[in-house]
T-cell receptor, first 113, second 110 residues
Framework: DSGVTQTPKHLITATGQRVTLRCSPR?????VYWYQQSLDQGLQFLIQ???????AKGNILERFSAQQFPDLHSELNLSSLELGDSALYFC????????????FGPGTRLTVL | DAKTTQPTSMDCAEGRAANLPCNHS???????VYWYRQIHSQGPQYIIH???NNETNEMASLIITEDRKSSTLILPHATLRDTAVYYC???????????FGKGTTLSVSS
């Protein structure tokens, strides 16, 4: 158990819909990262937040957005869903913004039908 | 793109040492070598990292060549639970995210 929690575990929805994935980082970790893992693309970095502020963006689509709240939990919002958005979405946290020792949650499996 | 090259797959007998190689010929002086593993769709798990000296922790040892162009992760006594995809990642301490390549699928069998 990494100490990072993600909800829900599984999510099944239809194309065109909007979903929200939630992540609670380890106690004391200020930095949160979101990654997407699909069969054809592997693990890809989406976006990073540090203490409520966006720090870095990776291959995140404009249809996707995220935020980190004052209690440090983070949400990833996916809208206008397409079949290709079906993937595992992982959240990770770390103590310092530039620390690459990251602790990953169990992931949310999103299926878009 | 990932800055590392790893074999696609490796096999290891249970109880033997698993030696996983990684080439990172373009590594720069301030970049660290990190190893993570992912067991069957679980979240990736940090294993170890190093800069130039060899490192050891309760999970594994990391051997980095003197020119730092390659490294080897050693699991001293592999078990069936070590079956996973192992990722070698090169990142500077000031990096912002982990860039995962395809990794090495290690299969440990009895």
């Amino acid at each position: 158990d990494s100490g990072v929690t993600q909800t829900p575990k599984h999510l099944i929805t239809a194309t065109g819909q909007r979903v929200t994935l939630r992540c609670s980082p380890r106690s004391g970790d200020l930095s949160v990262y979101w990654y997407q893992q699909s069969l054809d693309q592997g693990l890809q970095f989406l976006i990073q937040y540090y203490n409520g502020e966006e720090r870095a963006k990776g291959n995140i689509l404009e249809r996707f957005s995220a935020q980190q709240f004052p209690d440090l939990h983070s949400e990833l919002n996916l809208s206008s869903l397409e079949l290709g958005d079906s993937a595992l979405y992982f959240c990770a946290s770390s103590v310092r913004v530039f620390n690459n020792e990251q602790f990953f949650g169990p992931g949310t499996r999103l299926t878009v039908l | 793109d990932a800055k590392t090259t790893q074999p696609t797959s490796m096999d290891c007998a249970e109880g033997r040492a698993a030696n996983l190689p990684c080439n990172h010929s373009t590594i720069s002086g301030n970049e660290y070598v990190y190893w993570y593993r992912q067991i069957h769709s679980q979240g990736p798990q940090y294993i170890i990292h190093g800069l130039k000296n060899n490192e050891t922790n309760e999970m594994a040892s990391l051997i980095i060549t003197e020119d730092r162009k390659s490294s080897t992760l050693i699991l001293p006594h592999a078990t069936l639970r070590d079956t996973a995809v192992y990722y070698c990642i090169v990142e500077g301490q000031a990096g912002t995210a982990l860039i995962f390549g395809k990794g090495t699928t290690l299969s440990v069998s009895s």
